[in-house]
């Protein structure tokens, strides 16, 4: 079960590189076809939606790497006990937050498709594919951090 969640968490961090390559590629492109008098279609849009997947699918692998800002001045005054229960509700309220955002993320996702609302930009694209990117995001994040909670609840300590 370790292998398989840090596999999801490495593919996700992957995704989120991938994306952030592309967002380099489709700029270097809008650059030289400016030069060359032309122009790459909704280049902006499609670099927006990489940016949007690239920071959604990168949620999980950075917290795996305890790359997000933690504020620990508070926790380090407590004694130890009170500094376990601390981490483990710090947890549960960000599953919980995430979780929230996740349903209401997945009801977006579900109203853009049923609308078939489109981007206005010069290619129109389904506004419910760019936006599953952040539903994947989100729910890869919520398996992080329930991930944590159970080795924190088995071992006393966050992985």
Same mark, same amino acid.
């Given at each position: 079960? $370790?292998?398989?969640? #840090?596999?999801? *968490? $490495?593919?996700?961090?992957?995704?989120?590189?991938?994306?952030?390559?592309?967002?380099?590629? &489709?700029?270097?492109?809008?650059?030289?076809? $400016?030069?060359?008098?032309?122009? +790459?279609?909704?280049? =902006? =849009?499609?670099?927006?939606? @990489?940016?949007?997947?690239?920071?959604?699918?990168?949620?999980?692998?950075?917290?795996?790497?305890?790359?997000?800002?933690?504020?620990?001045?508070?926790?380090?005054?407590?004694?130890?006990?009170?500094?376990? %229960?601390?981490?483990?509700? @710090?947890?549960?309220?960000?599953?919980?937050?995430?979780?929230?955002?996740? %349903? *209401?993320?997945? #009801?977006?996702?579900?109203?853009? *498709?049923?609308?078939?609302?489109?981007?206005?930009?010069?290619? !129109?694209? !389904?506004? %419910?594919?760019?936006?599953?990117?952040?539903?994947?995001?989100?729910? +890869?994040?919520?398996?992080?951090?329930?991930? #944590? &909670? +159970?080795?924190?609840? $088995?071992?006393?300590? !966050? =992985?």
């Amino acid at each position: 079960m $370790r292998a398989s969640l #840090d596999w999801v *968490y $490495r593919i996700s961090g992957a995704v989120s590189v991938v994306l952030l390559i592309l967002i380099g590629a &489709l700029t270097v492109a809008q650059i030289v076809s $400016r030069l060359l008098g032309s122009n +790459v279609p909704s280049a =902006d =849009d499609f670099a927006t939606f @990489c940016m949007g997947g690239s920071l959604f699918f990168g949620l999980a692998s950075t917290h795996r790497a305890r790359g997000h800002a933690r504020a620990l001045a508070v926790r380090d005054m407590l004694p130890k006990p009170a500094q376990h %229960w601390l981490e483990l509700g @710090c947890l549960m309220v960000m599953i919980a937050l995430l979780a929230w955002l996740a %349903w *209401y993320t997945l #009801d977006l996702v579900m109203t853009s *498709y049923g609308m078939n609302e489109r981007t206005l930009g010069l290619v !129109p694209i !389904p506004v %419910w594919i760019p936006m599953s990117s952040m539903l994947i995001g989100i729910l +890869v994040m919520v398996v992080s951090g329930i991930d #944590d &909670l +159970v080795v924190a609840l $088995r071992t006393g300590k !966050p =992985d």
